[in-house]
């Protein structure tokens, strides 16, 4: 009797734990899984124009092209004009045009700008932890503890960075996760 080639043939053998370590890997390589994104990337991601994607472009549909009418050319899109530079710009994700207002303060520019960019992506009007009140605003997500000013406020990009130096001041980046968890290197 002949007997058919296993699928897995690891999973056949007396090592499971491998061979589905294996096949997980396998599945997680082939892009078939894709990992959990935070709720405030896709917030932004929802609410703010990523600036490398490129606009749609009608097509011509095939019931057009049988009824012999010929489909307008379209013109290319002119490109966004550029802000005036300086933290009153307000571009998500144009991080250098804070760089003024960051270089104001006693604190590593460089870091500041990467912390403003992994928090919020550099958009001053971002709010984040929606789920765990209170939330955070603005550029540095400053959360909108007692004694400090309401999120409207702090999605200011001035006054944001100011309550963040202030933050800062108390005991350097450890109020930030994104340099405890590694994801900014702030040491």
Same mark, same amino acid.
């Given at each position: ?5 296993a ?7 007396r ?8 096949? %997980? ?6 892009g078939?899984? =894709?990992p959990?994104m ?13 600036p490398?994607?490129?606009?749609a472009v ?18 290319a ?5 550029? +802000?005036?530079?300086? +933290?009153?710009a307000?571009?998500?994700? /144009?991080?250098q045009?804070?760089r003024?207002l %960051?270089? =104001?303060? /006693?604190w ?6 990467a912390?403003?960019?992994a928090e919020?992506g550099c958009n ?5 932890d929606?789920?765990i009140? +209170?939330?955070?605003c603005?550029?540095f997500?400053?959360r909108t503890?007692?004694?400090? +000013?309401s999120?409207?406020?702090?999605? /200011? ?6 309550w963040?130096?202030?933050?800062f ?9 994104v #340099? ?5 290197? #702030?040491?």
């Amino acid at each position: 009797m002949l007997q058919r080639p296993a699928l897995y043939p690891a999973l056949t053998r007396r090592k499971p734990i491998k061979a589905l370590l294996g096949l %997980v890997l396998a599945l997680a390589l082939s892009g078939l899984s =894709k990992p959990a994104m935070p709720t405030h990337v896709q917030a932004l991601q929802k609410d703010t124009h990523i600036p490398h994607q490129k606009p749609a472009v009608k097509t011509a549909t095939l019931a057009s092209a049988k009824t012999a009418e010929p489909v307008a050319p379209q013109p290319a899109p002119q490109p966004a004009p550029t +802000p005036a530079p300086g +933290p009153s710009a307000g571009v998500p994700g /144009d991080c250098q045009s804070y760089r003024p207002l %960051v270089a =104001k303060y /006693d604190w590593s520019v460089e870091v500041a700008l990467a912390v403003m960019r992994a928090e919020s992506g550099c958009n001053p009007a971002a709010i984040g932890d929606r789920h765990i009140p +209170p939330v955070s605003c603005g550029l540095f997500q400053v959360r909108t503890l007692d004694g400090r +000013p309401s999120c409207e406020a702090l999605q /200011d990009p001035a006054t944001n960075v100011e309550w963040a130096h202030k933050i800062f001041a108390s005991g350097g980046w450890r109020h930030w996760s994104v #340099c405890n968890n590694g994801i900014v290197s #702030c040491y």
